[in-house]
DNA sequence: TTGCGTTTTAAACATAGTTTAAAATAATGC
DNA sequence: GCATTATTTTAAACTATGTTTAAAACGCAA
């Protein structure tokens, strides 16, 4: 019964898990034959290339991943809350998935001028009634007045980038596995704190 | 006069010119010996592996660029001014050599497991005396009592990751060249605010 | 059953990094 | 100064990668 998958449903999921397993590049076209028992030139058969499986497992993936972000940007909640959220969903998200974040990492490392291109980028955007609101509230001098694209790159940065330097955070504190989840999780509040100051008035 | 270079220097300057202008991966072996007219096995004489060369690479770049980063972080500075100075020159250093970003980049996604045996790395250490600084001033009282951890995680996301989103960025906001270098100047004075404030008692 | 489009296969291809073993060159000892 | 040894350079081959090819196998409608 758990093999009425299609070949290409067997070559995308084996290359799914061997792509979060060990990377793309350390991950063999014939390796992935092997894994989803298929003939090697089906893979080239089903997706024209191995960058273009790369692309559709990318694509599965964020959107898979971010229709939650997106939701919360483009939601009604106050623009406070809307941080915290955005903060704790997208913290927990990595968490769960940390593979996820050395994959967008080896994108942006990839490609450099195909990065545009990417399908898997669109659904990056929100609607920017984020933005938008930013704009609002400064005017009403409810906060200051940011631009909503600095203010969207310091969240972002505060997120992201921990998980993308792991290795390195751990090596110089010497921290275990479980130390630097604690570690992580402790951002979940100090991040929104951080980013919900930088709106104060003064 | 412009050729008295030994072969190791040669292999050594072609290889850096090509990593830095297309990427490690995009740059094949064949090539850097064709440019740096050498024949192609001499690569593996001097340099054991294209990794290897890359690592050695890597190492000089960083050593040559972080020397003045750790002497701001263990002078004898306040703590608000080390936290501008350090930013500033961080990244201007980063707006000069954007390509020193998608090569960190790239050694985080590579390697996974050896990056801690990375020579390179260990330059990266700083002597502790400003994670020192940050638990003194919060014992007097000065600041609020901060993981020194957190704090310079906080610090490396809001000047490096920019930097590696970049093309999303540009692409998101339409920015030319010239509009995301401005971009980032602002965070000169954006950044380090931000660092401070989240420092203050309140 | 025949014919035709789709799917699968084994084999070959091009290019990558690396290794090898011999040749050329430089250095050393007598 | 020559013979020997060590170092450097070379051309060629080796292995592994992603990709293409052309024939075979299959499925199904006419």
Redesign the pocket.
């Known amino acids: 019964m758990t093999k009425n998958k299609t070949?290409e449903q067997k070559i995308f999921d084996a290359a799914t898990e061997l792509f979060l397993e060990k990377g793309v590049d350390r991950?063999?076209?014939?390796?992935i034959a092997t894994k989803a028992d298929?003939?090697?030139?089906?893979?080239?058969?089903y997706f024209?290339?191995?960058?273009n499986l790369f692309d559709a497992i990318f694509s599965q993936l964020v959107k898979k991943n971010t229709r939650k972000l997106i939701k919360i940007l483009d939601s009604d909640l106050g623009l406070e809350e809307k941080v915290r959220q955005y903060v704790v969903v997208y913290i927990d998200m990595l968490s769960e998935n940390p593979l996820l974040v050395s994959f967008v990492m080896s994108i942006l490392h990839r490609s450099r001028e195909r990065i545009t291109e990417m399908k898997a980028i669109s659904s990056l955007y929100s609607t920017d009634t984020f933005a938008q609101q930013i704009i609002e509230e400064g005017k009403k001098g409810n906060i200051r007045r940011t631009d909503p694209t600095q203010f969207y790159v310091d969240m972002l940065s505060l997120i992201a980038f921990p998980f993308a330097i792991k290795l390195l955070v751990m090596d110089k504190r010497g921290f275990t596995e479980e130390e630097f989840a604690e570690f992580i999780q402790e951002r979940k509040e100090r991040v929104p704190e951080m980013l919900i100051d930088s709106l104060k008035l003064r």
């Open positions: 070949t991950t063999s076209v014939r390796e298929i003939n090697l030139a089906l893979m080239n058969y024209r290339s191995k960058e």
